[in-house]
């Protein structure tokens, strides 16, 4: 059966702790046993810990498949941007180099690209993915666009991005901050005179993220 | 004897820890299972539901159990990896003697004469030195039963006042906290109750990586409008994005408290009707905070004033709140006067008792809830009743068929064995569950008394670094090799079920026990068939007590998908009743059998405590020579002393070796850069490791995870200092100071990450 469309994937960084539980979970999946899907990045371990899960956006468009010489990459009718098929994948690179997400891998010892299918042995048969099914703080989720709207009012979910001229649609969201007051960077806040906290330096999207950048002015 | 057989080296390479990765049928995805179990995690107090899957005896991965109301599915990589510890090379599946001709330092011997020698040796101790010179250290991870059995066991089979377990590390000031504060000693909600309300504060507690699941509770708790307050010298994960972090020095959360207590009675965000009518000793708790003045409180605690106003306002203004506390405030000289502090803040508030309004203990191991209730602590038996109280003693005689005077007193702490060792009045000792050369602190003092030891007996599935000490160790079992019930975080009552045999000549710990008495002719009350068994017998013992399981049946926790005790199984009036458990504690009308119907709270009057919290110093502050405050703690891929953790290849790639943090202002100071090799020193001992430079630490302070063993372990720095009421160790601060090293130590060139 096909992955039900009602049912979507959410990424929601803030919740992100870092624990990865989505990369252990994720390479004992049966399909790709031993050797994880996803990526968990650290942003800069050294001010915050901050961390993001990555997994494919799965693009309405996607250009891995765009750029493969050997049709090795297909997208099926509901949506899912599936690994690079083994009979054809002739480990060029040329998807690894242009997804603008970053996120197939040439698994060398393969000869073949591999990467996120959105776990299509579960979700195809009515099963959330590994990854949004073991993750512990939510910053994975597998569920309707109703739910998310109900339970997340403080974001909302976006599928549109750009990189350069290019405008990508994807079928995975990235959760960000419905209010987002966007502080600019002054020069004075960062001036002897200033008696602003440190963290006005740096431009925010969100109040919490003020809580990430601190830096010791809240030590008396 | 018990010093080590032959060095630690020789026995690493034959014991380990060495490292399992997925291989064989493990990573054929062709490979069908034959049967899907349904049980838990075997790691955290949070318990988590999980379906192991089993094909030949063997576990080989795990499948999500979405439909357990507590995890719903979700999983930490400790869950997720845990199959590993199954089928391990490491395992014992023998017996094994310290035998210092053999290369490793252990030959195998046959069990019934393992069994044999370690009772002739046990015998031996007793008729010498008296039956208290013989001691017993248990452990939380152990199921319920298992931990009735030991209580049980120490003292009809041994006859023994010591035995103590490593909750002592653990629960124990929170333990001593709610009992002084609210006659009954468990989290006072469900986690669900979170949702809803207005304000979470979390104190001491690094919920993202000792406490993952709960993260989904605090981030939902949000989306709903709940503002969150997080204390803790490090900006933990929960931390990151919390709506109001106090950055506090290490070890000083009762001048925190006391300080909002005073703000709180300054502005009257106070619930005067509440504090009248369900609460005694208000005002002697007042009239001790109002020293407590914001600035004073910004003073001692190094957290700006503002903030300090900041926490108080919301706090004082919620009208629903959930306050939670874990080993950060607890393990310290003065952990239970932190507990009572956060304690006094909720009860002033009035908000316990009812919908999103909690007070409640992240527990730390598996079974750190139901450990602590049913009589392997040293003061303690069944029902969580008193060993001192004359009552309890004749009820639980009575139920075990013995004189009241053939119990034995209460023994002493965990530690205090120790040092019983050290002066020579114990002489023989008996562990499960218990690692201590790794998990107490100042641990070469623990290794000195392993070593003068007559006979030291250990039950476990892997050689430990404690018990490369034993003369005989035992082959137990693990958790997916047993079954019987523990009790997470919430208070509620779980099972745990069999998905394998134990290998070769292991057995369940039970059985280990019940042979142990009977070599040693003790068999009274110990020839239990089956953990079922014990559960009935247990479910008696703790008839009427706190603590109350008797109206708990295996099959109702397995329908209900849990229990939350107490669970009755009469009424007051003494008529037959099928009891549904009790979620929530303390509500309006409810009835315990202490109050008898006169109060929602566990005393006579049926009212909670306020407690005067008094603040004292750390036992050991910073001096000129030991500048640096020293805080130790966990990581989320690795699990108390690592016996297991550091044995599952994933885990131990995720994180593999501990770090020293440092905040980079002080790293400048030293001449430390990121990844360089930096000495902690302290008193009693030095620590050589990577120094990892993050400005989410507190400048005055470093953190060490305290997994590892040996050269890498934080606890050859750490202080034994203890507080006078719960006998929690002061693992949260000491002092120390910081140098860079030379160069690598030895252990980098000899020794893999784990090991």
Redesign the interface.
């Known amino acids: 059966m096909p992955v039900p469309a009602h049912l979507e994937f959410f990424i929601d960084p803030n919740r992100c702790i870092g624990c990865q539980a989505c990369v252990h979970a994720c390479s004992e999946c049966d399909t790709h046993k031993g050797v994880s899907m996803i990526q968990l990045d650290t942003l800069q371990r050294s001010h915050s810990t901050q961390t993001v899960p990555v997994v494919c956006m799965h693009c309405d468009s996607p250009t891995c498949a765009e750029v493969c010489p050997a049709d090795a990459i297909k997208k099926t009718a509901d949506g899912v941007v599936q690994t690079a098929s083994k009979p054809r994948c002739i480990a060029c690179n040329n998807c690894v180099l242009a997804c603008p997400f970053g996120i197939p891998k040439m698994k060398d010892e393969r000869a073949l690209m591999m990467k996120c299918d959105l776990c299509y042995d579960r979700t195809s048969v009515g099963k959330k993915p590994m990854c949004a099914t073991v993750c512990p703080s939510g910053a994975l989720t597998y569920g309707t666009r109703e739910e998310i709207q109900r339970l997340r009012p403080r974001s909302r979910p976006l599928n549109q991005f750009r990189f350069g001229r290019q405008n990508i649609n994807t079928k995975v969201n990235m959760m960000v901050p419905r209010d987002a007051p966007l502080e600019r960077l002054d020069v004075t806040a960062n001036m002897n005179e200033s008696d602003q906290p440190a963290t006005v330096r740096i431009a925010i999207m969100d109040e919490s993220i003020k809580v990430s950048n601190w830096t010791g002015s809240d030590i008396q | 004897m018990a010093e080590l057989p032959v060095d630690s080296q020789s026995i690493i390479k034959h014991f380990g820890p060495h490292l399992a990765f997925?291989e064989g049928k493990r990573?054929?995805?062709g490979v069908e299972a034959d049967r899907t179990v349904k049980t838990h995690c075997c790691f955290c107090g949070q318990q988590c539901g999980i379906q192991l899957n089993v094909k030949d005896n063997q576990v080989i991965?795990?499948e999500?159990w979405?439909e357990f109301p507590f995890?719903r599915?979700?999983?930490?990589?400790k869950?997720?990896?845990r199959y590993l510890q199954s089928a391990h090379p490491d395992r014992l599946t023998t017996a094994i003697r310290r035998d210092p001709n053999a290369e490793g330092g252990f030959s195998p011997l046959p069990y019934e004469q393992a069994i044999r020698e370690s009772a002739a040796a046990i015998q031996r101790i007793q008729s010498q030195h008296g039956n208290d010179a013989m001691a017993v250290l248990t452990g939380a991870s152990l199921t319920t039963e298992k931990t009735y059995l030991m209580g049980k066991f120490a003292r009809l089979g041994l006859k023994t006042a010591n035995i103590d377990y490593n909750g002592r590390l653990c629960m124990v000031s929170a333990a001593a906290g709610n009992k002084k504060a609210f006659g009954i000693d468990r989290s006072t909600n469900p986690m669900s109750d979170m949702l809803g309300a207005e304000v979470v504060w979390i104190s001491g507690a690094n919920v993202?990586?000792c406490a993952?699941?709960t993260?989904?509770y605090v981030?939902?708790a949000?989306?709903?409008g709940a503002k969150v307050i997080v204390v803790d010298p490090r900006?933990?994960?929960?931390?990151?994005?919390?709506?109001l972090?106090?950055?506090i020095k290490p070890g000083r959360d009762v001048a925190l408290f006391n300080g909002i207590l005073n703000l709180m009675i300054e502005n009257d965000w106070l619930d005067h009707d509440f504090i009248e009518n369900h609460t005694v000793g208000f005002e002697q708790v007042a009239e001790h905070v109002r020293a407590w003045t914001p600035a004073r409180t910004?003073?001692v605690t190094?957290?700006?004033?503002r903030?300090i106003r900041q926490a108080a306002q919301w706090w004082g203004e919620a009208s629903t709140s959930y306050l939670l506390h874990a080993r950060g405030m607890e393990h310290h000289s003065h952990g239970v006067q932190n507990v009572l502090g956060s304690i006094n803040i909720v009860l002033a508030s009035g908000r316990i008792g009812k919908p999103n309004c909690a007070y409640g203990t992240l527990t730390g191991q598996a079974n750190g809830q139901g450990g602590r209730e049913h009589g392997q602590k040293c003061d303690q038996l069944p029902g969580a009743r008193d060993i001192s109280n004359p009552e309890h003693r004749a009820y639980i005689a009575s139920v075990w068929g013995v004189s009241p005077d053939d119990l034995p007193a209460a023994g002493v702490d965990a530690y205090e064995i120790f040092r019983k060792i050290d002066q020579g009045e114990i002489r023989g000792l008996l562990s499960i569950c218990f690692n201590p050369k790794v998990s107490l602190p100042d641990n070469s003092f623990v290794t000195r008394c392993l070593e003068k030891l007559d006979f030291y007996v250990a039950i476990d599935f892997f050689l430990n670094e404690t018990a490369r000490h034993a003369d005989i160790v035992l082959p137990g079992s693990l958790q997916e090799e047993d079954e019987g019930v523990v009790t997470q975080l919430e208070g509620r009552v779980i099972k745990i079920n069999p998905a394998v045999e134990p290998p070769g000549e292991a057995r369940q710990d039970w059985r280990i026990i019940q042979d142990l008495a009977r070599a040693l002719g003790r068999t009274h009350g110990l020839t239990f068939d089956s953990p079922r068994a014990i559960f009935e017998e247990l479910r008696v013992a703790s008839k009427g007590g706190v603590a109350d399981y008797s109206g708990i049946t295996w099959e109702k926790v397995e329908q209900n998908y849990g229990v939350f005790w107490p669970c009755p199984s009469e009424a007051p009036d003494g008529t037959p009743i099928d009891h549904p458990g009790t979620p929530r504690l303390f509500q309006p009308g409810s009835w315990n059998p202490v109050a008898k119907g006169a109060g929602p709270f566990y005393f006579p009057d049926g009212k909670a405590r306020f407690n005067v919290s008094t603040y004292s110093p750390p036992a050991e502050d910073v001096d000129e020579a030991f500048p640096i405050i020293l805080t130790t703690g966990r990581v989320?891929?690795q699990f108390l002393s690592g016996t297991q953790t550091r044995r599952i290849g994933?885990l131990v790639d995720?994180y593999p070796e501990p770090r020293l943090e440092m905040?980079?202002?002080l790293a400048e100071q030293l001449g430390i850069a990121?990844g360089d090799w930096a000495t902690a020193e302290s008193r009693r001992g030095s620590c050589t490791l990577r120094a990892?430079?993050?400005?989410?630490i507190?400048?005055d302070t470093v953190f060490i995870p305290y997994h590892w063993a040996g050269a890498k372990s934080a606890n050859q720095l750490t202080i034994a200092a203890q507080d006078p009421i719960s006998k929690i160790p002061e693992y949260k601060v000491c002092a120390v100071r910081v140098i860079k090293a030379a160069g690598p130590p030895e252990y980098a060139l000899e020794l893999e990450s784990q090991q």
């Open positions: 997925p990573l054929d995805a991965g795990f999500p979405t995890n599915g979700m999983l930490c990589p869950g997720v990896r993202a990586e993952p699941i993260t989904s981030w939902q949000r989306e709903q900006i933990t994960p929960i931390a990151r994005t919390c709506d972090y106090l950055p910004a003073e190094g957290i700006a004033e903030s989320i891929s994933p995720q905040h980079p202002r990121d990892q430079v993050v400005s989410t507190r400048p």
